[in-house]
């Protein structure tokens, strides 16, 4: 029975990890039009999320933890819009390094792994209630 709740507490912090990473995603996509507020300046910088597993010595099982939001050192985008408040002397605008492509990819994999985190707690409780019920026939 003590393997279960493990599980489950493995299987949560899964949870909250994807949680975080649903989260950067949805800032990321948020900002993906915004631009700098002085010309020439730069606008958001994508978020990225990095994992990592982390021993729990009270239950003694890794769980995920979130090791660093960072940020994409990528190039920004920029277009020729000279009318814009955040274009530079020569008329360009920098855009945002968000590939909203990238990020739908990504949320849908944060869906399906939080999703599956969900199942595991699921299937733990209900085996946990089923060796319940038998301890009480």
Avoid at 60 to 72: I, L
Wanted: avoid cysteine; charged fraction near 25%; proline fraction near 4%.
């Amino acid at each position: 029975m003590n393997d279960m709740l493990k599980s489950m507490s493995v299987a949560a912090s899964g949870l909250q990890a994807q949680g975080t990473r649903l989260r950067v995603i949805s800032e990321n996509l948020a900002n993906a039009n915004s631009t700098a507020e002085v010309p020439g300046g730069d606008p958001y910088r994508r978020k990225t999320v990095t994992f990592a597993a982390e021993l729990d010595k009270a239950i003694g099982a890794e769980e995920v933890k979130v090791k660093k939001v960072g940020q994409d050192n990528s190039p920004f985008r920029e277009i020729y819009e000279p009318s814009s408040p955040a274009a530079d002397v020569n008329g360009n605008v920098k855009l945002p390094n968000v590939n909203m492509l990238i990020e739908l990819a990504d949320m849908r994999e944060a869906q399906r792994s939080y999703e599956a985190n969900l199942q595991m707690i699921e299937q733990s409780r209900s085996m946990l209630m089923r060796t319940i019920d038998l301890l009480r026939s």
